[in-house]
Structure formats: structure tokens, C-alpha cells
């Protein structure tokens, strides 16, 4: 569906470059892909290392553009949508991924039924490896949101969701990283307590995280199946799993889920 769409991004930051990057691996022709930035350094990077067109004008690339990717700051969303909405018409497609910004926020700074999409990506996306939720607005239509998911399955996993998940969203996948990284730092840890040269404990820790990850995408099996196949009665790993256990591990990432949802929630009523 994305066939001959040209694509704008209205700033031009790690996450844009990430999809922008993406969209060129897909087969998207750099000369339909253009991007808007103050910033001098990101607009170099574009054009010079993407090969794309760039510019100061955001209303030109909304203009010249059949989806707008909306790339901005939270606290400049509001002039960025008074600078392009002239240029914006039904038959675009406006997708933000503006953190805590909901599409009613955005609709109501636009005139017209203005199809919107929110997209909560996450920075895995930087290595094609995101894990993204996609919610429609009230104007977007099933084909709006078939033009979405082609654009992210190119740096990542979409899935769909409500608009009213996408807090829970953020706490589990778009901060998720960031608990999966404490993970490896701590496991390795855990290795050179025991004696292993930190280069080997943090090689050692990134990769059983990447393959036991892996082994959950790939498999049949729940985890808590997968987590039995190396249990076995009396051995080590039934030991350090009751260690997890009485130390409140599980319980830990779960309020770490709920306290960033909830977070989100708060910055998104700040709108």
C-alpha cells in the first residue's frame, strides 16, 4: 500500500531516522521521503547519509507529503500542528509518535476529519528490532491503519491496540528496555561476583537474554513452560529461581510496568 505515498517527517530526532532508515531497507525510494528539522546536524544526517530531501519548512513537507510522520518534542507538538494544519487534508494520513500525546489533542488543534494514527514505538526500532503498538484515531480506517503497520513492520513488531492501552503500552514496551537493560547489567554482575571477567558475564548475560527472548517469539511454549524445560527437581536453576522468588522479582517488574503506565497517564491529562 505504501507504493508511490510519500512520506514527511515533521522533525527528524533518533526515532524518525530509525523508521526513516527502515522505510529505505523496505524498498521506499529515497526521493519520496523527505524530513523538517531546526537543527542543522539532523537535517545533514538525512540528507547526506539517507539521501533524502530536507528542509526548515514543516508546512512544505506536509504539503508535499501523503503521510506526515509527526517526530516532535511533546512541548512543541501544539505550534508544530498550527505551523502544518493548512496543508493537512482528509485525504493525508497524520501518525504520531509523540509521547503522551492523544489524538484528540492532536484533532482538535486540526481543521477537518483529519485521519489520525498513535504510535508508541520503542528504541529497539534503532536496530529494526522495535516492539510498536499502533491505535487509530476516530477518522482512521482500516486502509489508514494497514498503511501504519506496513511503515513500522519495517523497524520491528506492530500490533494494533486501543487508544486507551497505549499508557499500559508505555510502561511495558516503551520503557521495557530499560528494565531489560538493569536485567543484563545486574545478571552480569552476578557473574563476576562468582569470578567471570566482566567483558565475558555481559557477553554471557546479552545473549541468554537475546536467545531466551527469541525462544519466546519462536516457540509454541508460554514461558512459564519454557522456564520448566531447564528446571529440573533439586538442581541450580530451581534454586536461583526460589532465590528470584523470596527477593520479589516478579513482583518488582510488575509495579515497575504499573508505576510508568501511570505516569504516561498523568502526562497525557498534562495535555
Do not use: W
Amino acid at each position: 500500500m505504501l507504493e508511490n505515498k510519500r512520506i514527511g517527517f515533521i522533525g527528524s530526532g533518533m526515532m524518525a531516522e530509525a523508521i526513516a532508515r527502515g522505510l529505505l531497507n523496505s524498498g521506499v525510494a529515497p526521493s519520496r521521503v523527505t524530513a523538517a528539522d531546526p537543527d542543522e546536524g539532523r537535517r545533514n544526517l538525512f540528507s547526506s547519509v539517507l539521501g533524502v530531501a530536507v528542509t526548515t519548512d514543516n508546512t512544505a513537507v506536509a504539503r508535499n507529503s501523503d503521510i506526515i510522520v509527526l517526530a516532535v518534542k511533546p512541548y512543541v507538538i501544539g505550534y508544530a500542528l498550527s505551523e502544518i494544519g493548512s496543508a493537512l487534508t482528509a485525504a493525508k494520513l497524520v501518525i504520531s509518535i509523540v509521547a503522551g500525546v492523544p489524538t484528540d489533542f492532536i484533532q482538535g488543534k486540526l481543521a477537518g476529519d483529519i485521519p489520525v494514527v498513535r504510535v508508541m514505538p520503542n528504541t529497539p526500532c534503532l536496530i529494526g528490532q522495535g516492539a510498536i503498538a499502533l491505535a487509530p484515531g476516530k477518522y482512521a480506517t482500516a486502509d489508514h491503519m494497514k498503511l501504519a503497520n506496513e511503515i513500522f513492520a519495517a523497524v520491528g513488531s506492530a500490533v494494533q491496540v486501543t487508544e486507551d492501552k497505549l499508557d499500559a503500552v508505555t510502561g511495558l514496551s516503551g520503557s521495557g528496555p530499560a528494565y531489560v537493560y538493569t536485567f543484563i547489567e545486574a545478571l552480569a554482575d552476578g557473574g563476576v561476583r562468582m569470578g567471570l571477567p566482566k567483558a565475558t558475564a555481559l557477553l554471557l548475560a546479552a545473549q541468554t537474554a537475546k536467545g531466551a527472548a527469541m525462544m519466546v517469539l519462536e516457540s509454541d511454549s508460554s514461558p512459564a513452560d519454557l522456564r520448566d524445560r531447564v528446571t529440573t527437581p533439586g538442581g541450580t536453576t530451581i534454586e536461583g529461581s526460589a532465590s528470584l522468588e523470596r527477593d520479589g522479582f516478579r513482583s518488582a517488574l510488575i509495579e515497575a510496568v504499573k508505576a510508568a503506565s501511570d505516569r504516561s497517564s498523568e502526562l497525557g491529562k498534562s495535555k
